[in-house]
């Protein structure tokens, strides 16, 4: 947790200073941090999160990083998701990277926090993946049914739930959100390039390498 609130104190000083909010990866030197280049923000920006605390699809190492900061309730995350989705699937060169921004309910809140948990499984995208699809209402059956048909261990899940690092992370993300002016759902980044709002699959297209 100390490496987190280093590099978050990283970011509020930048920020008052520079007025450019950058973050510091656990490599990464003051005078890296400071210095880096421009084009690294969208990175620096994502290495402030854990990462349990990252759902991701496509290659590590991928030329374009597509970074979301979503809400489980908001209606463009949902119209987002299977969008974001057939880019990684069309394309070798690009990876999705979901971040928890859990703002609109207590229900969001509680559906980030298991999959959170179920990222400790290596379930975490199955689960956001099912819960982002779903027709209707997210009742309690269906995310129970949702939970069910992953075959996580219910019983790891449960102590999972219970960790200090989920909440942890919910509290950094929801700092960094912020602190890069994420006002509301969804809030994206395409490689360097800032996007507050849902953005069109074609959109995208234009802006990847």
Known sequence: ????????????????????????????????????????????????????????????????????????????????????????????????????????SQTSVKLAKLVLAANYQDKGFEIHDALLTQRGSLTEEKIGKIIIESKIDQNILKKDLERIEIEETLSITAFVAAGIGARGTPAVFINNEFNPGYVPKTNIEKLLK
Request: proline share 4%; net charge negative.
């Open 1 to 104: 947790m100390l490496k987190h609130i280093n590099q978050i104190i990283c970011i509020i000083f930048l920020f008052f200073c520079t007025n450019v909010i950058v973050a510091n990866a656990a490599d990464m030197t003051i005078k890296d941090l400071i210095m880096g280049e421009k084009e690294n923000f969208h990175l620096r920006i994502l290495a402030t999160i854990p990462k349990n605390g990252q759902i991701s699809i496509g290659p590590e190492n991928a030329k374009n990083t597509i970074i979301e900061f979503f809400d489980y309730k908001c209606g463009y995350c949902v119209k987002m998701h299977p969008e974001l989705v057939s880019l990684v699937e069309e394309r070798d060169d690009t990876r999705v990277i979901f971040i928890q921004y859990p703002i609109l």
